[in-house]
């Protein structure tokens, strides 16, 4: 891993404030490990809480609205998300693209928020089994990261980070070869490459998520163009998520 590793815990809709103490846990421990950047995404109702107990690791929000504010019931913007003490925000999940029906457009609409409030972006990615199966994967997630992505952004290895997350293997317990892992990201790489230039887009983190564990995460980590994890399940004690940073240095 020629960057600094990047490890990101997402919590999704789980944590209470009961959650605090593994919050603080893996803060502890990540003072630890200085090489690797670790951060959590908490649900919004943690994230005041979380940012107020941790001194070493970022602490992000998991989705934002595109519009800065108005009547959007039940919406949260980037700006709110920043205030409560996020310094980054997940966009694009497949929990959001498959569950809310956000499109690529509205990614990239919320993508513009966020980086007027000041947050850095961690953009998701990643193809359904069928489209595996059929082959076109690569095909696939390197249109729908396209169209996703700003067209133009200063400074975009500081600003953005992408996540591969192969949609099948998301709380599945599968995970791809590393093989496939490799020569998406290599993919992805030349995407990043082609649209911000050899300096930026190579030094944009491409991360790795899908059933990340202790037990695979070396093998994961490791593999050509793996920049991190971003990790669901297993993020949500500091045991298991502490096991994979590890595996990073
Ligand atoms: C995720 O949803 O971002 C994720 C990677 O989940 P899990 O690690 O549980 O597969």
């Known amino acids: ?16 404030r009961a959650m605090l103490a593994e919050a603080r846990a893996i803060d502890r421990s990540a003072q630890r490990l200085m ?14 809480a979380v940012h107020k107990e941790v001194e070493e690791i970022g602490v992000g929000a998991q989705d934002c609205h595109a519009q800065g504010d108005g009547a959007f019931t039940g919406d949260i913007s980037a700006a709110m998300a920043a205030d409560a003490g996020a310094t980054f925000t997940i966009l694009g999940h497949s929990e959001r693209r498959q569950g809310h029906g956000e499109t690529d457009a509205d990614v990239l609409a919320k993508a513009g928020a966020a980086l007027d409030a000041g947050l850095q972006l961690i953009i998701c990615c990643g193809e ?78 491409i991360l790795y998520g899908g059933s990340v564990k202790p037990e695979n995460a070396r093998e994961l980590l490791w593999a050509a163009e793996v920049g991190g994890a971003l990790v669901g399940g297993a993020s949500l004690t500091a045991e298991s998520f502490m096991g994979i940073v590890m595996a990073a240095v």
Do not use: C
């Open 128 to 205: 359904t089994e069928s489209v595996r199966d059929s082959g076109n994967a690569v095909q696939a997630v390197t249109d729908q990261l396209r169209a996703s992505l700003p067209q133009t952004l200063e400074s975009a290895s500081e600003k953005l980070t992408v996540a591969y997350e192969p949609i099948w293997a998301i709380g599945t317990g599968r995970t791809p070869t590393v093989g496939d892992v490799e020569s998406m990201h290599r993919a992805i790489r030349a995407l990043l490459i082609d649209r911000y230039g050899e300096t930026e887009g190579g030094a944009i983190r």
């Open 35 to 48: 090489k690797v950047e670790v951060a959590l995404a908490p649900p919004f109702t943690l994230i005041h």
């Open 1 to 16: 891993m020629a960057l600094r590793p990047y490890v990101v815990g997402n919590w999704k809709m789980n944590g209470t």
